[in-house]
């Protein structure tokens, strides 16, 4: 085994969402939902040029997760799928990762639409979005979700990645 790693949260994620019951799964079901991300103040020049950006990639502890299970039965689908081949929140290392709108920046506090992130929710990381780099034009295979993608808009949460007791 690898030695555990530490990570120091740079911030909070502020949503709508205060239970994980009911929640969009992805951020395509929460296009028009707002938040914001609120920082470290001492982080703040670290901000700088963000708003040059129309998307950031979020990175984030799954912190009300716990507990995985090797195969799980993702929201798009009935069939059991391994883990790593999903989105499901409950993982050996609980980290999220969403792609949100850039609504602006105001010292150590960024306002987003797309959030599908608890509130409350540790950020660890923001990353600009760059079409360029993050879409490669080669990439045109997604395995078993292969023209599902439409399907999550309406999907919600229900309780099969609610940490087990």
Not at 2 to 17: A, C, D, K, M
Not at 52 to 72: C, P, Q
Not at 105 to 110: E, F, L, M, P, S
Not at 127 to 139: L, M, R, T
């Amino acid at each position: 085994m690898q030695e555990p790693v530490t990570l120091t949260p740079i911030g909070t994620i502020r949503s709508p969402f205060t239970s994980l019951s009911g929640m969009p799964i992805q951020p395509g079901g929460a296009r028009d939902v707002l938040g914001r991300l609120e920082l470290d103040p001492a982080l703040a020049p670290a901000l700088a040029d963000l708003d040059g950006f129309s998307h950031i990639y979020l990175l984030y502890l799954f912190h009300a997760s716990s507990g995985y299970d090797l195969t799980v039965t993702p929201f798009l689908d009935r069939t059991p799928r391994g883990l790593f081949a999903t989105r499901a929140p409950r993982r050996p290392n609980p980290i999220g990762l969403s792609v949100v709108e850039v609504v602006s920046v105001a010292g150590a506090v960024v306002q987003v639409r797309g959030v599908d992130v608890l509130d409350g929710t540790p950020l660890l990381d923001i990353k600009p979005y760059a079409p360029g780099f993050d879409a490669p034009g080669a990439a045109v295979r997604c395995g078993w979700m292969e023209g599902r993608d439409s399907d999550v808009a309406g999907l919600r949460s229900d309780g099969r990645f609610v940490p087990k007791s």
